[in-house]
């Protein structure tokens, strides 16, 4: 038999649901964002003018800084006026038509924070004359993105303004993004590179080894790595660039992107791989009896007696080509090895002392300054006994005067073992005597320079006069080299040069055959 209905079953009916609107905006307690429970207010003719707020959750207490009795049964214009001309129209839409209002990043000016804040607002129609609003405060996220967008535009510009080239590339290879200096380095177009990938790019040799790198930061081995490689140039060439290679990855630990950094460094590449090339030809020609000493001799200007003889550096190529020092030397300058020549050049003039000769050796600004070379020297001197005596050493005016107090060491450290000191190539450094003065020097070497327009500039003559004069007040030597013609020996002899050196009195010759010029 059907149950029939009652007033009382309406009261129940009414009671529950209450109770059960009272547990749901109860559970809105625990809603980390605001929500609120509107109520159209209506004037006379039934238009919506406002919305009262009829529930409010803790978490828009919180966020107004107010408690619930201060907002419900109040008007939103009442609370917060600016809704009339930006939302209250939405919410009237929401409630009439049953249309969900989303607004996404909308700004407001907030009265009650008395700021301008940035929302994500949601309002959807409950039953009756309601609505529920909830929304969350994006301001910080929005800052945050402009932040990251700012930060990414501002890295974007690096890249594009780095001297060095710079780029991003997919996990596959292929580039994303890169900058003029990267076209620069590998002579390709945009177009052309865009269409590239870094596989293409690297020298067969180096793929290998990079794609072992690469698969480790994609397997989460590794973030970064840096090497030197070859790579291909768009015309063909190998070109060296120092890679500098890191990742950007997602929240799963996914590389998203790489990010290289390649710095162009062919040219230090190819001095290093010259200064090997050399290394190696000057220890072959050591090791193959190449590298030897020539012999010159500097005869007394009144006697024409051989008094000395300077020894020069000479390599034999392997096709028996005798090449003279403007072949060799400037390398081994440029790449600091003059200390190897000299420490060879020492021990070949120690034998010819040894053999009763007397030699002058010529040593380098590298091994004036080389602690090591000049240690070296003192030793083979001291084991060379009453040879050392018969050893000169050579330096230019412009060692001395870059080096003056090693130089002034090391002419002490000479005149203790017996040898002489030259000062070569003088009046060519443009510094005063006076600056040598603490050197202990045997002799003054006239240039080339002086000796070969003496004749036809009184000023080269007024110069090797000023030396000469020099020389005399100091009790030095005068040697004049390069002495090619009679015409010139006379004159050097008139006025008052000691020694004679140049291809009038003799050419260099390998010291081997230079018995005859023993003393």
Same mark, same amino acid.
């Given at each position: 038999m059907a149950r029939q209905h009652s007033s009382e079953d309406d009261g129940s009916a009414t009671a529950s649901d209450h109770a059960t609107v009272e547990v749901l905006w109860a559970a809105t307690d625990a809603l980390i964002d605001p929500c609120v429970l509107l109520e159209a207010m209506r004037d006379a003719s039934g238009e919506i003018v406002d919305f009262r707020y009829r529930h409010v959750n803790q978490a828009t207490c919180d966020y107004f800084g107010v408690s619930r009795g201060y907002l419900v049964g109040s008007g939103m214009l009442d609370t917060t006026p600016g809704i009339k001309e930006s939302l209250l129209a939405d919410f009237i839409r929401c409630l009439e038509t049953g249309e969900a209002l989303i607004l996404n990043d909308f700004t407001y000016d907030n009265e009650i924070l008395q700021d301008t804040r940035r929302y994500d607002l949601r309002a959807?129609?409950?039953t009756g004359d309601y609505i529920v609003l909830t929304w969350r405060d994006v301001s910080e996220r929005f800052e945050a993105q402009q932040r990251l967008a700012a930060s990414e535009a501002r890295y974007r510009q690096t890249i594009k303004s780095a001297a060095v080239g710079m780029a991003l590339f997919s996990p596959d290879g292929g580039f994303t993004e890169f900058n003029d200096a990267l076209c620069d380095f590998f002579g390709y177009d945009p177009t052309?590179?865009?269409?590239?990938?870094?596989?293409?790019?690297?020298?067969?040799?180096?793929?290998?080894?990079n794609v072992q790198n690469v698969r480790e930061i994609l397997s989460g081995q590794a973030d970064t790595y840096r090497t030197t490689k070859q790579y291909l140039h768009a015309d063909g060439h190998r070109i060296w660039g120092d890679l500098s290679l890191g990742c950007l990855r997602?929240?799963?630990?996914?590389?998203?992107?790489?990010?290289?950094?390649?710095?162009?460094?062919?040219?230090?590449?190819?001095?290093?791989?010259?200064?090997?090339e050399f290394e190696a030809f000057l220890s072959d020609a050591i090791a193959d009896g190449r590298l030897i000493a020539y012999a010159q001799p500097i005869v007394d200007a009144h006697t024409d007696r051989v008094v000395e003889e300077e020894l020069l550096v000479r390599v034999v190529g392997r096709d028996g080509r005798v090449?003279?020092?403007?072949?060799?030397?400037?390398?081994?300058?440029r790449f600091g090895l003059m200390p190897t020549i000299d420490r060879f050049m020492v021990a070949r003039g120690i034998e010819l002392a040894r053999a009763g000769?007397?030699?002058?050796?010529?040593?380098?600004?590298?091994?004036?300054?080389?602690?090591?070379?000049?240690?070296?020297?003192?030793?083979?001197?001291?084991?060379?006994?009453?040879?050392a005596a018969r050893v000169s050493f050579e330096i230019?005016?412009?060692?001395?005067?870059?080096?003056?107090?090693? !130089?002034?060491?090391?002419? +002490? %450290?000479? *005149? /203790?073992?017996?040898?002489?000191?030259?000062?070569d190539d003088f009046g060519t450094g443009f510094g005063s005597f006076t600056e040598l003065r603490g050197m202990m020097l045997d002799k003054l070497k006239i240039d080339r320079s002086f000796v070969s327009g003496l004749l036809r500039n009184p000023q080269d003559e007024s110069v090797v006069r000023a030396i000469i004069a020099i020389a005399g007040e100091f009790a030095l030597l005068t040697t004049a080299e390069g002495v090619e013609d009679v015409e010139t020996r006379n004159r050097l002899v008139e006025l008052g040069v000691d020694q004679l050196?140049?291809?009038?009195?003799?050419?260099? !010759?390998?010291?081997?055959? +230079? %018995?005859? *010029? /023993?003393?």
């Open positions: 959807t129609r409950a052309t590179l865009l269409h590239m990938t870094w596989q293409e790019l690297t020298a067969p040799e180096d793929l290998d080894t997602n929240f799963e630990g996914k590389v998203e992107y790489f990010i290289a950094q390649i710095t162009d460094v062919t040219p230090i590449e190819r001095e290093l791989r010259e200064r090997l090449m003279v020092p403007d072949d060799f030397l400037p390398q081994a300058r000769r007397r030699v002058a050796v010529n040593l380098s600004a590298h091994s004036i300054n080389d602690g090591a070379t000049v240690s070296t020297i003192v030793e083979q001197l001291r084991a060379a006994g009453d040879a230019t005016e412009h060692t001395a005067l870059a080096s003056t107090d090693l !130089a002034e060491r090391f002419s +002490a %450290d000479m *005149r /203790r073992l017996g040898c002489r000191l030259a000062l050196q140049g291809f009038l009195v003799g050419r260099p !010759a390998p010291a081997t055959r +230079a %018995d005859e *010029r /023993r003393q």
